[in-house]
């Protein structure tokens, strides 16, 4: 056994130690916490179905292979691998879906290669920009995102950039 199988039972065991010296009921602050938590599931919900809908919708009507299309000359010209537009346009937009285009490119190209390296730094180091902010501003009801979005697209940018550069001379 490792000391990280260890971790987590000691952290659960110093709380509900910490909880009984301080003489809190433990099982009702629980049980509160889980309804509070099952409530803002329920809040969110919509935000989650809204969101999910929309990137299928993005995917499955051509519209994410149809920009590819229109900017794959302008990367391969600048030495940008085409291969890896599909997960840059697709990362902001949902995690699950950048997992199946990052499985595919893996399968075609190998985990060793430039582009499989690449493509696992861009997958770690991108968010979804749009998914987490119409699930987090959803849930507290903020409408207008100011310059979350923007920014979040200007660390994508950057993200991508310092993954190539990196992956280049790294490897």
Not at 13 to 32: A, P, Q, R
């Amino acid at each position: 056994m490792k000391i990280s199988d260890f971790i987590l039972p000691f952290v659960i065991g110093g709380i509900l130690f910490y909880g009984m010296i301080k003489e809190v009921d433990i099982y009702s602050v629980f049980v509160e916490g889980a309804f509070d938590g099952a409530k803002s599931a329920v809040k969110i919900l919509p935000y989650i179905i809204a969101i999910i809908f929309a990137v299928n919708l993005f995917i499955q009507s051509g519209a994410e292979e149809f920009i590819v299309k229109i900017i794959q000359p302008i990367t391969t010209f600048i030495g940008f691998p085409a291969e890896l537009l599909s997960l840059i346009i697709v990362k902001p937009l949902s995690g699950g879906a950048s997992y199946g285009v990052i499985q595919t490119i893996l399968e075609n190209h190998g985990a060793d290669s430039y582009i499989g390296r690449s493509a696992a730094v861009l997958m770690g180091s991108a968010e979804t920009i749009f998914y987490t902010a119409a699930v987090y501003f959803g849930a507290v009801g903020i409408t207008n995102s100011r310059y979350t979005i923007k920014v979040g697209l200007m660390s994508h940018v950057a993200s991508i950039i310092a993954a190539l550069v990196v992956c280049k001379y790294m490897f």
